[in-house]
């Protein structure tokens, strides 16, 4: 490992490729951190946001006009906002209206910090989308499906658990997937409320070193390989899920 | 930046070095000021309490106090041009102003663009805005606290690095400012003379910049290259106002705490 960092020294030193991220300890393990809050934002905000998805499309097919209402509303809000604005509004607006707490040194610091407001802000920006790309995989499911199970004397919640959601699911995952990714992308916008992740990690570097070319390249191939990590799985559980005969 | 930094001012002398031999002689600056009866002076206007405007427009603090001695010294009246620090060094090379004293760093770079007397009149450095409640003494005090910085700023590492603190940074000073009453960071690092102008605000009240100075650069005031008795007169106006404890005084009478600097200055010309 130390021949590595002295590698992309000699590297500087000898063609300008200025690599500090590798070289100097201090910038090397802001890097990692950096990448290891983006991987914990990415992977919160994808539980959260399928989570909000699949609650969120149950509660729309609700027999109650106000829950449908209320649905419809959010994903109105979350969807036609930028995210970058839901994010100064949950950090500043939101967040100084919120009760504070005292914090080991005696200030008065806010409940929520930069990672929580991030995560309920990303999720529920995605979460809006899931709700709508859920939507169309209920409707695909056939009536006749639907109406069997009834016959049955299956519960609502038990029809969408065990029987609506699992024939969804496999209709949705292409669509699901594409929102995912972007997901993942938007992470890099927490940057602007000092959440320490990656983009922000590497601003500060190339703010410190003046290397911003070798470091918008590296961010470039690190989320290239990230996402393409998650595109990876997501295809192999679709093809795992694949059932002979349905949806195509 | 640094390269492309270097490369322009190593355009620029050279350019400045053609100019200089192709143009015909011409009369001392000086002479040409007592001839206009005007000393014009590039100064900030957005930097208070260094150099800004007051209700009416005019522009007023303590670099223009400076300058008005200098006029005064030499029996002309004197008149504001107001610069921003990408143009200041613009201004002077292109003879728009005679003098320019705008809260600018003396470097070595920018002494081969413009001429910068001995000794400098100010100096800045990094420090932090903070709570008075916390009572932060020293900078080891922040180790694993939240600190409030600008993206981009170099003191951010050093801070993080050597005094172990959690850097927070936002893009601008308005988002820090709002991050820090809400108690999202503890203190706010920053220039020095950044922070003595905000501290006056009575919002700011309950704040205070408790911890000694660090990386203190001096800045320097600035006449036109090779304008050498200008350079040299503005060298002892410099002096005598050290001598004379001139900086301490603007700096009691615009609010702000007596530096460091000027303490030492003053004691060094006594």
């Known amino acids: 490992m ?207 070193n003046v290397n911003v070319t070798e470091m918008m390249i590296f961010m470039l191939l690190v989320y290239f390989v990230l996402v393409g990590v998650l595109v990876w799985g997501m295809n192999r559980w679709e093809r795992a899920l694949k059932i002979p005969g349905f949806g195509a | 930046m640094l390269n492309i930094l270097s490369k322009k001012v190593a355009t620029a002398v050279a350019l400045g070095a053609f100019a200089l031999t192709s143009l015909p002689a011409h009369a001392d600056v000086i002479d040409d000021i007592k001839a206009r009866g005007t000393l014009i002076v590039g100064v900030k206007a957005d930097y208070k309490p260094y150099g800004f405007r007051d209700t009416s427009g005019a522009i007023i603090g303590i670099e223009p106090e400076l300058a008005k001695d200098v006029a005064d010294k030499l029996g002309v009246d004197v008149e504001y041009v107001p610069v921003v620090s990408s143009n200041r060094m613009q201004f002077l090379e292109q003879g728009k102003v005679d003098l320019m004293i705008a809260t600018m760093t003396d470097k070595p770079d920018r002494r081969k663009v413009v001429s910068i007397p001995d000794p400098n009149y100010y100096s800045s450095g990094t420090n932090i805005m903070t709570p008075k409640k916390f009572g932060f003494k020293e900078w080891e005090d922040l180790r694993g606290k939240p600190v409030c910085g600008i993206q981009g700023a170099f003191y951010n590492k050093k801070t993080g690095r050597d005094f172990g603190a959690k850097i927070v940074a936002f893009k601008g000073t308005a988002e820090v400012y709002a991050a820090l009453k809400a108690g999202n960071c503890v203190a706010f690092v920053y220039d020095d003379s950044s922070h003595v102008a905000t501290l006056e605000q009575p919002e700011w009240a309950d704040y205070e910049m408790p911890l000694p100075t660090i990386d203190d650069a001096p800045w320097g005031l600035a006449v036109k290259l090779g304008e050498t008795k200008f350079h040299d007169m503005m060298g002892e106006m410099i002096v005598g106002w050290h001598k004379s404890g001139r900086i301490l005084e603007l700096e009691t009478k615009w609010g702000v705490t007596n530096t460091p600097f000027a303490k030492e200055m003053h004691e060094k010309y006594k």
């Open chain 1, 2 to 208: 130390e021949a590595f960092y002295e590698w992309a020294r000699v590297l500087y030193e000898n063609t300008g490729i200025n690599l500090p991220f590798i070289y100097d300890s201090y910038d090397r393990d802001r890097m990692i951190n950096g990448f290891f809050m983006t991987v914990k934002l990415s992977v919160t905000c994808l539980f959260f946001s399928v989570v909000i998805g699949i609650i969120g499309a149950w509660l729309q097919s609700s027999p109650l006009k106000w829950t449908r209402r209320i649905v419809g509303g959010y994903i109105q809000i979350f969807r036609n906002t930028p995210p970058l604005v839901q994010l100064y509004f949950f950090y500043f607006a939101i967040g100084t209206l919120l009760p504070k707490v005292t914090n080991e040194y005696g200030g008065q610091e806010p409940i929520l910090g930069g990672f929580a407001w991030a995560v309920i802000s990303l999720s529920f920006f995605a979460g809006a989308y899931n709700v709508e790309i859920f939507r169309s995989g209920i409707e695909a499911v056939p009536d006749s499906t639907i109406e069997a199970a009834e016959a049955l004397g299956f519960s609502r919640l038990h029809i969408y658990k065990d029987i609506t959601l699992p024939l969804a699911i496999r209709v949705v995952l292409p669509a699901l997937n594409n929102n995912l990714v972007n997901l993942v992308k938007t992470t890099t916008l927490a940057y602007a409320i000092a959440v320490p992740e990656m983009l922000y990690e590497a601003n500060q570097i190339w703010s410190d």
